[in-house]
């Protein structure tokens, strides 16, 4: 632990200091020299309260946020897994032409995605009408990406 600590002070060109305390020894262990960690100590303490706790954390405090980043990124990934079922189910009963397999709920969510794609097009058609009475240039950027069929 003490070795990671030193590897931080290094490459961050900062002070820093550790200290191990353990009931069980009798000297606890100190990075750097316990004279070094006392002056690192003292001029941390003697730094306005603001300055001082304005980037510390504690372990829980550090999961906590952690743990709802992931469940956000989780909650992102499930919802792009939907799309991507639905869009699959939809190329499922196109392919084959008719959609007599599908349950309730995976022709609502078809209709749903099938709704989304409709509103989607007229959105780019009307946008490419008035850009024509515009005077804009009629697709202009279409040959720079692949449109996705869903």
Not at 89 to 113: H, I, K, M, W, Y
Request: a negative charge; glycine letters at 8%; hydrophobic letters at 40%.
């Amino acid at each position: 632990m003490l070795k990671k600590v030193q590897e931080i002070s290094v490459l961050c060109g900062v002070d820093a200091c550790g200290i191990i305390y353990s009931p069980e020894e009798a000297v606890s262990q100190v990075w750097p020299q316990t004279h070094d960690a006392g002056r690192i100590l003292t001029e941390f303490n003697n730094l306005p309260e603001l300055e001082r706790t304005r980037k510390m954390t504690n372990h829980l405090a550090f999961l906590q946020v952690r743990c709802a980043t992931l469940r956000e990124k989780v909650v992102e990934k499930e919802n792009d897994n939907t799309k991507l079922e639905a869009r699959a189910l939809l190329c499922e009963g196109f392919g084959r032409s008719d959609f007599a397999e599908l349950s309730p709920n995976e022709l609502q969510v078809t209709a749903n995605t099938l709704d989304n794609l409709i509103s989607n097009v007229f959105g780019r058609m009307m946008t490419l009408s008035e850009q024509a009475q515009n005077g804009g240039v009629v697709g202009a950027g279409m040959e720079r990406g692949v449109t996705k069929p869903f």
